[in-house]
């Protein structure tokens, strides 16, 4: 897998700089404007998220709407500030606010159909999944389009998918997926370095769908197959 993302980082910074700067910035622009509804979408699917770890630890309703709030705001917010973007997307934009309160007031009235759910832990890492892969689609777009190179690109694509879980899992106090073995940062990278490469190809419309299937299903076969990276003896 290391093989994998160093061979796809070094063919990513070779299409990067065989390709002149303008015509880069001409194919990018020619990208259709679906990207906030995709962000939309992610929004919804990291805030489930959070209510379904509210609704674990039989929290509240202002619980779930927090931790909604957070899972699905809290990575990019972090790369809005990294990138110097402020007011970061959900002040300048309230949407994103009003759909995590909206999701969470949904999730807690339907509380009691949660419960009946055996597959519940299902669930969740599946949510998780989808919303990891968007969000890998949103981060490294956003990133790209505000002209930033390669690798903080990636990075910054990785830290919005994976950073709001992060805060989700510490603020529940749950074991936080980032710190176990299982293949999770891991396939956000793999994603995000082949949306470069599609971008960088003038196939940004290609770029978003292998993205996302890309980090999805490396995530799910991780999943469905129990894969882990080797850990430290």
Known sequence: ????????????????????????????????????????????????????????RGSDVLAFILLGLVTAVGGGTI???LIGSTPVFWIENPIYLIICIITGLMMFTGLHHIQKIKNY????????????????????HIAL?????????????VSTACFGGLIRDLLSQEETLIFKK??????????????????????????????FATT?????????FHLKLPGHK
């Not at 832990?121 to 981060?139: H, K, N, P, R, S």
């Not at 999805?216 to 469905?224: D, E, H, N, S, V």
């Open 1 to 56: 897998i290391i093989s994998i993302m160093i061979s796809l980082f070094f063919i990513a910074s070779f299409i990067r700089y065989s390709i002149p700067k303008n015509h880069r910035k001409k194919t990018r622009l020619m990208f259709p404007d679906l990207i906030p509804y995709l962000d939309y979408f992610g929004t919804i699917i990291f805030a489930i998220t959070g209510c379904l770890v509210a609704a674990k």
């Open 79 to 81: 790369r809005d500030i």
């Open 121 to 140: 832990e299902f669930m969740l890492i599946w949510a998780d999944a989808i919303g990891l892969a968007t969000f890998t689609v949103i981060g490294t």
């Open 145 to 157: 389009s505000n002209d930033i190179a390669i690798l903080p690109s990636i990075l910054l694509g």
């Open 182 to 211: 299982d293949i999770y940062m891991t396939a956000c990278i793999i994603g995000s370095i082949a949306y470069v490469i599609c971008d960088l190809l003038s196939q940004p419309t290609l770029a978003v769908m292998i993205c």
């Open 216 to 224: 999805l299903l490396i995530r799910g076969l991780a999943i469905q």
